[in-house]
């Protein structure tokens, strides 16, 4: 739901369930009917509607068909973005019983005080080719050819993309060799095709110039893995959301204080140093691969997009302040798989599909990412966590529905 940045929105309703059996038809279409009654969505392609083969014309090849993972909403969750404040129901696409339960708990603790305040703060999606040379010295006169090419390489970019553009060049060495770092902004996209093509040309412009002897696109390849660099310097999207849940929320949805919450995240802490982990975070695996499923992102960034780290203190009122940054989310609202069937139903019911959509996208997955992390750690502190998964997990072969 879109507003103008008014604190006075009209709330989503609570998605309806069925004591009887929450699987059935009759249950599962009343929640979809409503969440298209609600945002004035049709979800043909949620409902098992398929979409035309050739739509995945330049996705995938040997087509057979599509997987079919169940999706569900989490939420709704209240969110103060750069678009102003906005409410949603978040679409999930898992196979893990309890994880939709555990974000809409999360959120649930999020919104018993002020809308958590997320913002992307720092947007570029970087490439790193590398040139090699037979010397120090030739690397060292190649590294100074590049501020005086800062033009033709602007000109090269403006070539191949009406969306994209050069916002940085950052050359350094490596040896007798020049790390080309180059920063794109690339619109509501991912952006990588683009991105690349740009550093291959872009390179290849700076080894004609400086005699490189050999030259690679992917020289340091921080592409879809965990990087101590992307974690320093962000990659993507970088954002940062903050919330404020009081004490007496904690106790009631929760059945935990704000300092075992404090002293949980600590020890996690110093595991978590002493495994060198790019990611702390507790779960942001969890929640972003469900919503890059349902919306159509490339999960191989996902090695990427969960590293960063969790925040906690205890206020002078005595309620824990919460914020995780996430440094590197790599998602797109146009291009990729967003443009047809489930993805973009999804996108739309986050109301972020197309242009103008990823920058809030972004700020949502943070807010989830803390919704998540808040409720997962609360049930590690009120030892509800192995309850949870056996009331609400997957099937035990032979024992039929639990």
Request: proline share 5%.
């Amino acid at each position: 739901m879109m507003t103008d940045g008014s604190s006075r929105i009209p709330a989503l309703p609570r998605l309806p369930r069925s004591a009887a059996d929450d699987y059935a038809p009759a249950a599962v279409a009343a929640r979809r009917e409503l969440v298209e009654r609600v945002l004035g969505l049709a979800l043909p392609h949620a409902a098992g509607a398929p979409v035309p083969t050739a739509s995945a014309k330049g996705k995938i090849e040997n087509l057979i068909g599509y997987a079919q993972v169940p999706l569900g909403l989490a939420g709704p969750l209240r969110v103060d973005t750069s678009a102003g404040l906005r409410e949603v129901y978040v679409p999930m696409a898992t196979t893990e019983g309890a994880l939709v339960a555990s974000y809409s708990r999360g959120m649930r603790l999020l919104a018993s005080g002020a809308p958590p305040r997320a913002r992307v703060i720092k947007d570029g999606l970087s490439q790193h080719p590398v040139l090699v040379y037979d010397s120090l010295e030739r690397a060292q006169r190649a590294l100074a050819l590049v501020a005086g090419m800062r033009k033709r390489f602007d000109e090269l970019v403006a070539g191949i993309t009406k969306h994209g553009r050069l916002i940085a060049v950052e050359p350094e060495l490596l040896g007798a060799r020049v790390l080309l770092r180059l920063v794109f902004a690339t619109g509501d996209a991912i952006g990588i095709n683009m991105a690349a093509h740009a550093a291959e040309l872009c390179s290849a412009e700076l080894a004609r110039a400086s005699g490189a002897r050999e030259r690679y696109v992917h020289g340091q390849d921080v592409e879809k893995r965990s990087n101590a660099r992307a974690l320093v310097e962000g990659r993507g999207r970088s954002v940062i959301c903050e919330a404020r849940v009081p004490r007496a929320a904690l106790a009631e949805l929760a059945r935990v204080t704000p300092e075992q919450i404090l002293a949980c995240w600590r020890v996690y802490a110093q595991g978590y140093a002493q495994l060198g982990t790019h990611n702390w975070t507790v779960q942001s695996a969890n929640g972003l691969a469900a919503v890059f499923l349902a919306c159509g992102q490339d999960l191989a960034y996902l090695t990427e997009s969960a590293t960063g780290w969790l925040d906690f203190e205890i206020d002078a009122a005595g309620d824990l302040a919460a914020r995780v940054q996430l440094p590197s989310l790599l998602v797109g609202t146009v291009g990729g798989g967003t443009g047809q069937g489930t993805a973009a139903e999804c996108l739309r019911i986050l109301g972020v599909h197309g242009d103008g959509g990823a920058p809030v996208f972004a700020e949502l997955l943070g807010a989830t990412v803390l919704a998540g992390d808040l409720s997962l750690l609360a049930a590690f502190c009120s030892h509800e966590f192995v309850a949870a998964h056996e009331r609400l997990g997957r099937n035990r072969p032979g024992t039929g529905p639990r």
